[in-house]
Each structure stands twice: as structure tokens, then as C-alpha cells.
């Protein structure tokens, strides 16, 4: 079975810019999260995706916002760049929303803002 | 709100050595537990978890972890440390309550491994 797959890999954006991150969670998944790992703040929860509807979100601005499709397929965005979002940014899936569902992890998404 | 410490940012151990890394949770009800492991360019891979019954977890690449709530810890051990787990360890807790499903995590304790 295939794992979670997050393109692209490596990201390099200007400040200002917005930027959109995809995540294909494991066959049969249907809950999908998002992590941003950066070495100042560590991991961080972004948002989940359950069904199309997000489940929770963590302490991230407004300019963060995600969806996840009917294939269970999820994006996130990222508008109005700044330096501190440079990150790698983390997608996980997981059977259902259950804290005892334990998460996958993709290899992320490196994003770099110059 | 629940929190994770690993007060262990930088480990080095000699191959064939034992290995113990710290945690330390802050949740109020009986916490999940998990360890995760992250090579370098690699995302998260799940080492092992606890939810409940024996406190001492068995998990993959020969590594158990205890859990002892009257010292809010979850320890992660190996007996013997191979030269492959070089790697970064990271502890989180999850509330058991679905009210928010999200991990917290701890920043991590980097392993070097001496050959």
C-alpha cells in the first residue's frame, strides 16, 4: 500500500506570494492533518480534515487555510508569505479521527520564503 | 492544555549501548501516548504508542517505552542502539476525550550514534 504523498518536495517562494501544498493520504484514509515543523516552534498542528469538513485547527492566522476533496485528497494554502513560514510542512493520515487512529506521515513539503 | 517536554535535546550514545530518552507529559486525564522517529528528510514514523493496560509498549526496531503517571513520563529504550537509529525522536500525547484530536509534540531529542 502506497503511503501519504506530498508534492512538491521543495518549494522556494518570494514574500507576499501564496503558495498551495498537496497531500494524498493512504487508501483509505479519511482523516488528514497538517503539521508545520520548523527548529524554533517544532511541530505544530495546522488543521484536520475529516469527510471534506475540518475537524480542529491550531493557532495559525487566517492566511493558513486548507480543504480536503471527495477522494479524500487534501491542499493547503498558504497566502501572503512571510519569512517565519518557512517550514517544512507536514501531512498525515489516519483511518479515522480517533486520537487511537495513529497518524502516517508524508516526507513533507520544504517550503523556503526569500 | 496538554504539553511535552523531552529535556533532552542532543544524545550520543556508543553503538551496542543502551539508550533511554526522556518524557515528560502535562495532561490532566489519561493521556496517548506516542514516540515517533525522523530521519533526515524523512517525515514521522510511529515507533509505538500506549492508550492503556500494560505500561510497559513494545514497538518496532526494538525499541519499548514505559508509561508512569506518578511521574507523568514515557520513557523511550533500547537495549542495544544500532548505528541506523541515528535519527530524531519525538514524543507527543493525544487527548483521549475526541475533543481535539490533534498530537502535541515535544521538540525532540537528536540521536547520534558513536561507532
Known amino acids: 500500500k502506497a503511503g501519504v504523498t506530498q508534492t512538491p518536495r521543495y518549494l522556494i517562494k518570494t514574500r507576499g506570494q501564496q503558495v498551495t501544498l498537496s497531500c494524498s493520504p493512504i487508501s483509505g484514509h479519511r482523516s488528514v492533518s497538517w503539521y508545520q515543523q520548523t527548529p524554533g516552534q517544532g511541530l505544530q498542528f495546522l488543521f484536520e480534515?475529516?469527510?471534506?469538513?475540518?475537524?480542529n485547527k491550531g493557532n495559525f492566522p487566517g492566511r493558513f487555510s486548507g480543504r480536503q476533496f471527495s477522494n479524500s485528497r487534501s491542499e493547503m494554502n498558504v497566502s501572503t508569505l512571510e519569512l517565519g513560514d518557512s517550514a517544512l510542512y507536514l501531512c498525515?493520515?489516519?483511518?479515522?479521527?480517533?486520537?487511537?487512529?495513529?497518524?502516517?506521515f508524508g516526507n513533507g513539503t520544504r517550503l523556503t520564503v526569500t | 492544555a496538554q504539553s511535552v517536554t523531552q529535556p533532552d535535546i542532543h544524545i550520543t550514545v556508543s553503538e551496542g549501548a543502551s539508550l533511554e530518552l526522556r518524557c515528560n507529559y502535562s495532561?490532566?486525564?489519561?493521556?496517548?501516548l506516542f514516540w515517533y522517529v525522523q530521519s533526515p528528510g524523512q517525515g514521522l514514523q510511529l515507533l509505538l504508542k500506549?492508550?492503556?493496560?500494560?505500561?510497559l509498549v513494545q514497538g518496532i526496531k526494538g525499541f519499548e517505552a514505559e508509561f508512569k503517571r506518578s511521574q507523568s513520563s514515557f520513557n523511550l529504550r533500547k537495549p542495544s542502539v544500532h548505528w541506523s537509529d541515528a535519527a530524531e525522536y519525538f514524543c507527543?500525547?493525544?487527548?483521549?476525550?475526541?475533543?481535539?484530536?490533534?498530537?502535541?509534540f515535544g521538540g525532540g531529542t537528536r540521536l547520534m550514534v558513536k561507532p
Open positions: 507527543a500525547v493525544g487527548r483521549g476525550d475526541n475533543a481535539g484530536n490533534m498530537l502535541t
Open positions: 498525515a493520515s489516519r483511518l479515522t479521527t480517533g486520537v487511537n487512529s495513529p497518524l502516517h
Open positions: 500506549y492508550f492503556s493496560g500494560d505500561t
Open positions: 480534515y475529516f469527510s471534506e469538513t475540518q475537524r
Open positions: 495532561y490532566g486525564a489519561t493521556p496517548y
